[in-house]
Structures are given as structure tokens and as C-alpha cells.
């Protein structure tokens, strides 16, 4: 009889380990999304997910272990999913003063810049932040750096939108003044939009950020710290600097 009670507590035991674990697992699932933004992360032309920030991203995985499958949404719905789900990362994310607190970080991975373009034959003259305030509307990528920035600076003449895309077309066609975009972006976002880079110039230097991967607030520190030491060994051994040679990004 106490035979059998040490074999029922020893399956139950081992039920109840299985369970847990099985439960660590699940908790400690990472989500990963991205939207497309080349040469940070885009679809090349065979249609396979490349780019700097995923091949970071890739590689660290592939040291780590992990094989999570990488999610391209737009960016306002993996925004809302790194807002309100735990285990949830999202590249490439500006560090701002506004989002510091919000998040947690694994980088930096690039340094930018952002400028204000308009049509190249614009006779538009910016000197300063003041003269960018008073030129007519600005399009900057809604609830982005450039969105987010510009309004703690106090723009009041931002005409959202949900791609750089439409501020460009919007932009060309005459319903905008001018537009906030990356200068290592501005090439892309013409030829997108159906134009050269050549129908714009650069009217005013903006400011320089750093690009992260943004984590919530809610994911276990150790995860984010073993990423982030996984990406300081990548730079130690140069693999992380081969990969911004490669995208051309030095």
C-alpha cells in the first residue's frame, strides 16, 4: 500500500513538472514583428525576408537557439502588440524621450538621420526649427519619431499619415509643403511612390536618432539582457559590422 502511494506521488510529481514547464515555455514564447522598411527589413526579390535589422536579428536567434518566426504587420498593429502583449519585440524602433520608459531596448543597430524634403524646385527656405513651423504642412509617418518629435518641439502644421509613401505622393502633387524622412530612406520612399529621388532636395537637417529593438515592458529582463549580450558578441567578433558593410550602412 505505501508502495503504491510513493508511485501515485511520484506521477503526480512528474505531472506537475511537465506542466510547469510546459507552461515556462509558453510564457517565455517571444513575439517578433517587423514592417517593411528596406534596408532595415524588406522582401527581396525572390520574396524572402532579409535586411540588416533581420539578419541581426536572425543571427541572434540562431546563437540564442530560438527559431520564433519573424511577423511583417504594419507598423500601428505591431505597435499596439508590443503596447499590450508581453514577450513582444518590434524593429526597428527610434529611442525616444517619449518612449524610453515605455519599453525596453536591444541595440543600438544604426545610427540615423532625418531631414525635412521638398519638391526640387521649391523656392521654400528653412534656417531653423521657427521658419520650418511657419512654411505650410509638414508630413511626417504618424505616431513615428519624426511624428513624435516634431510635436514635443511644438509643430502644429503636421499632416499625418500612415506611410512615407503618401506624404511623398502628397508632397509632389502640392497638398504638402514639405516631408520629415530618413536621409538613407528618402531614395526608397521616391522610387515607392512612383518618383526619383532627384524630384526632391533636402530643405533642412533635422536630428540624429539611434534604431533599437523595442521590447515590453513586461518581458522577463533576463531575456532581454541575454539579447543584448548576444549582440555585443556579435560586435566583439566583427560578425555584426560585416552585416552593416553589407547593406551598405558603415
Request: proline share 2%; hydrophobic share 40%.
Amino acid at each position: 500500500m505505501i508502495a503504491l502511494r510513493n508511485f501515485l506521488y511520484l506521477i503526480c510529481l512528474v505531472f506537475f513538472y511537465q506542466t510547469a514547464f510546459a507552461q515556462n515555455t509558453t510564457s517565455s514564447r517571444l513575439s517578433l514583428y517587423c514592417e517593411e522598411d528596406k534596408p532595415m527589413q524588406f522582401h527581396d526579390a525572390n520574396k524572402k525576408l532579409t535586411g540588416l535589422a533581420v539578419e541581426i536579428v536572425q543571427e541572434i536567434q540562431r546563437r540564442l537557439g530560438t527559431k520564433e518566426i519573424i511577423q511583417v504587420v504594419p507598423w500601428s498593429r505591431g505597435f499596439y502588440k508590443l503596447s499590450t502583449e508581453p514577450n513582444t519585440f518590434l524593429f526597428s524602433m527610434a529611442r525616444t524621450p517619449e518612449r524610453e520608459h515605455l519599453y525596453k531596448w536591444i541595440g543600438p543597430l544604426l545610427s540615423i538621420e532625418y531631414g525635412l524634403y521638398v519638391k526640387a524646385d521649391s523656392n521654400i527656405k528653412i534656417v531653423n526649427l521657427e521658419d520650418a513651423k511657419k512654411i505650410g504642412l509638414i508630413g511626417v509617418y504618424r505616431d513615428d519619431i519624426r511624428d513624435q518629435t516634431l510635436s514635443r518641439l511644438g509643430f502644429t502644421n503636421l499632416d499625418r499619415t500612415s506611410t512615407n509613401i503618401s506624404s511623398f505622393r502628397k508632397l509632389m502633387i502640392g497638398r504638402i509643403a514639405a516631408y520629415a524622412d530618413a536621409k538613407k530612406g528618402v531614395g526608397i520612399s521616391a522610387s515607392n511612390a512612383g518618383y526619383q529621388i532627384s524630384d526632391v532636395k533636402l530643405a533642412y537637417d533635422l536630428f540624429k536618432s539611434q534604431l533599437y529593438i523595442a521590447v515590453s515592458k513586461n518581458t522577463d529582463a533576463a531575456i532581454v539582457t541575454q539579447w543584448n549580450d548576444t549582440l555585443e558578441e556579435m560586435k566583439r567578433d566583427k560578425s555584426f559590422y560585416k552585416l552593416l558593410k553589407k547593406y551598405h550602412e558603415e
